[in-house]
């Protein structure tokens, strides 16, 4: 059994409808939607190939979404407020000039010096119309930030399959989310990953009150470690990336020296010494890019952690934490992506200070006696 949404099939269906249908009936409204969707591409392209001695707006149709009610609305009121702000010009223009277009210093013209033009223009609109229009503007500026809110979790999610955002869909009383290609662009691109708000919103407080239990660990291990008379700061898993890294380094430095060799011998072509040449010469960038970050991760190391981190202090700050708020989420959180099977993961801000106060804790708690320091 498989379940279906109505809404995606059905154009009238104005909420979700969810209903379980046999696998044979979700393939055949899938085969419908796949159907559907080839006619209209097949239409886009045969307009856009035959249809441009029409002269009925055809390619324009074919090219463009019709506008919804709402963009009409708007585009409408925009040409008001265009109409009426022509309508307004005074009939003196020319009042002040840029004095220098490379530091924006402007400056006024004296008054004999203005563009002086009467009856440009007979006033189209009314004065009364005018201040009921503006009057109507200025109210949609004031309610428009209310329905432009910010969600809890706008630009926080992210479809684990395809990457793209997780969006917001309200049905009466219920909030979930889903992926936005999904919704919006194809249904065969990717799937629904539909989680509902609720069980959302407490996966990440459940996660975020984990984080901060781990960051108040760590703090407490940190300041452990540093009251004892001995601190140890050699990684050796460091230490081993590094001498690796090095290695693999002075290898393809090796191999770059000998292909000139190869080539003047006549071993290989031009080109692909060349090539050849390119190649390795990336390796050896990508390698010393990582052995920087190595070296500077091991200095750090050595000047050892804070029980104070920045790192931890950030997550400590919310110890009693029975609720997520925008603010909570913009200080901790990266992103969130959303599983195709309801589950969530969470990627916290800090995550690198975090791994490497690990490490610290890590090596000062393993009996090792030869790497004291
Ligand atoms: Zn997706």
Redesign the pocket.
Known sequence: MTTINLKDFYSWYLTDEYIEVSDEVAAVFLADVRYEMAYQRRLSRHKAQYSLDCDDGIEYSACLHEPTPQELLERMERFCLLWNALNSLPEAQGRRRVKSYKVHEIEAVPEDEWVTVPDTHEAIIDKESFEKVQALLKRDTRSAPKSRELHLFSGFLR?A??G?AITRSQSGKNVYYA?S??KNRSRLA??M?SIKHNRLEAAVLFAIQQQVHLAVSYSELVARINSAPIKKSQSFRLDDLITTKERELAKVTRYKQSIYQDWKDGEITQQEYRTMKADYEQQSQRLSDILERLTAERAELANGVDQEHPALVAFMKFENIDGLSREILIELIDHIKVYENGNISVRFKFADELRKIAEYIEINTTTDPAVAG
Do not use: V
């Open positions: 479809c399959d395809c793209k992926c290609t999904y990717c799937s990953h």
